[in-house]
Structure formats: C-alpha cells, structure tokens
C-alpha cells in the first residue's frame, strides 16, 4: 500500500516557536507538496518540490519555508509561527513528467498556534 | 490555466447513483481531469482520473463529454460512507501541482 506520513496528526505550539512539519514518501515519487486547509478557503499550495533540494514557491509560500535534502522527505517549517498559521496541513505526493498520474496525501497535521 | 466549476453542495439517497457534476470550459488538450474526495479530517482521497475517453474502476465512473469541456463523477450505488466533499481538478502548472477549488459537499441519505 503506497504510503505518505506526516510526522504529527496534532501540534500545539506557542507563538514565535519554529516548527517542522515532516512528511515521508515511500513511492520513490519526485514531486511532493504541502498545502493548508481552512474552513471556506480550501485546500491552498503553500510550496512543491520536483526533485531534492529543488523547490517552487505555490500559492501562499509567505511565512513558510521548506527543505528537501532526501528524495523521500519534505519538510515544511515554521520559522516563526503566529496565530494565524493554525489549520490543517496536508502533504502529498507524485510522480513527475507526466499529467496522468495521481498524487497520494497523508492524512494531515493539525497545528494549533496559541 | 484551466479552472473548475462544481456545484456547493448534492444530497443522494443511500443506494441510489451520485451524479457529480463538472464544468471545465477551459480544458487545454493536454490536461487531465482528476477527482478527489475527503472525508472530514482526513487528507484527500485520490478516484479516478482521465483525459478524453470515460474511465471506470472500483470507486467510480468518470464520464468526460466530447468536447471535454465538462465530466461528471458517478458513484454507482452511494453508500454513507461516500459523504464527503469532492473536487475535480484539472493538473495545471509546469510540474502538475495540483489547485483544489471549494469541491461539492455530498451528502449520502438513509
């Protein structure tokens, strides 16, 4: 079973902390993402990688960074995280190179920013 | 880019076929039609996906007009466990990162 993990299913952090989201593919794919979730906005890109330490910013990349130093491993951060940074987090996966192929999701971080 | 337009939200009888609508009107020739679903507090779900012709596999039927410039999901026999919202995409961008638009809220009814 082809398998994305994200490291947390909850955080709950303090304001100005720096954080790590970690996600892990196991399908050798070269393109990985992370989006936030938030109730009326939807699913919104805040970064993708195509290969390691290759990265493109999406949609929403302000107070965000991320790191990519294995193929497997997507990592987003926080480099100091606000209030209004809480939602969901998802990441997901995918081949590169081609239109006609899926990309796979973990099941999500929930990050509480107090 | 191409854009998606989904009804907000469907009901559906439990047992009866879920017939989600689509509109795609800017398609380009090259880009596939893919849906998702999610089911709340999980990550998205991938269904199925295709680029002209109609695709079926377990989950699903994915009907894609002629013209392509609209698809429609169909869920044979919805069971409760199909309530979920689900967004058709179409992959955009040079390395197919994926834009969720609002999706369509499906609900399943006893």
């Known amino acids: 079973d082809v398998k994305v993990t994200q490291s947390s299913r909850y955080l709950v952090k303090r304001t100005g902390e720096k954080v790590f989201l970690e996600c892990v593919q196991d399908m050798d794919h070269e393109n990985m993402f992370w989006y936030r979730q938030d109730p009326g906005l939807g699913l919104r890109l805040i970064y993708f990688?195509?290969?390691?330490?290759?990265?493109e910013k999406g949609d929403i990349p302000e107070g965000y960074s991320v790191s990519r130093e294995k193929k497997e491993r997507f990592s987003l951060i926080l480099e100091s995280a606000s209030t209004n940074q809480t939602s969901m987090y998802l990441c997901a996966s995918s081949r590169a190179g081609t239109r006609n192929t899926e990309a796979f999701f973990g099941q999500g971080t929930r990050l509480t920013v107090v | 880019d191409a854009k998606t337009t989904q009804p907000t939200s469907m009901d559906c009888a439990e047992g009866r076929a879920a017939n989600l609508p689509c509109n795609h009107s800017t398609i380009s020739g090259n880009e596939y039609v893919y849906w998702y679903r999610q089911i709340h507090s999980q990550g998205p779900q991938y269904i199925i996906h295709?680029?002209?012709n109609n695709e079926t596999n377990e989950m699903a039927s994915l009907i894609i007009t002629e013209d392509r410039k609209s698809s429609t999901l169909i869920l044979p026999h919805a069971t409760l466990r199909d309530t979920a919202v689900y967004y058709c995409i179409v992959r955009v961008g040079h390395n197919n990162d994926m834009r969720f638009g609002a999706g369509t809220r499906l609900t399943v009814k006893p």
């Open positions: 295709g680029l002209k």
């Open positions: 990688s195509y290969d390691v330490k290759m990265k």
